[in-house]
């Protein structure tokens, strides 16, 4: 199994940045298709981004240009970059993992077996 624990939220004004970090305990974060995923008050849980094994991303349309996601296996960590945050960027934000390709399981949480606890971020305007 595989153990994430997120960390990096806080409380920005709009056009700040955050940094968000995922960091798992187990198996090598490459042999996973790894995700963040993001959930605000009274809304479904929603894919942000993706990254399989060989490196490749996936964006939502409403954070291309923003946002980036990375991975390091030496550090078994998984980051988010956010830049340009708005206000409905606010959320619960998580890191989740799963051993099916990205291909199969990316657009919906439940194809994720191992979830993080959620970090908050909150955009002032």
């Known amino acids: 199994q595989e153990h994430l624990v997120e960390s990096g939220g806080g409380s920005v004004q709009a056009g700040g940045f955050l940094r968000l970090s995922c960091t798992a305990s187990?198996?090598?974060?490459?042999?996973?298709?790894m995700a963040w995923f993001r959930q605000a008050p009274g809304k479904e849980r929603e894919e942000v981004a993706t990254?399989?094994?060989?490196?490749?991303?996936n964006y939502a349309d409403f954070v291309k240009g923003r946002f980036t996601i990375s991975q390091d296996k030496d550090k078994n960590t998984l980051t988010l970059r956010m830049k340009s945050l708005k206000p409905e960027d606010t959320a619960l934000y998580y890191c989740a993992a799963d051993l099916a390709l990205c291909s199969v399981v990316k657009g919906s949480p439940l194809g994720f077996e191992f979830w993080g606890q959620g970090t908050q971020v909150n955009v002032s305007g």
């Open positions: 187990g198996d090598a974060i490459n042999s996973y298709c």
């Open positions: 990254i399989d094994r060989n490196g490749r991303t």
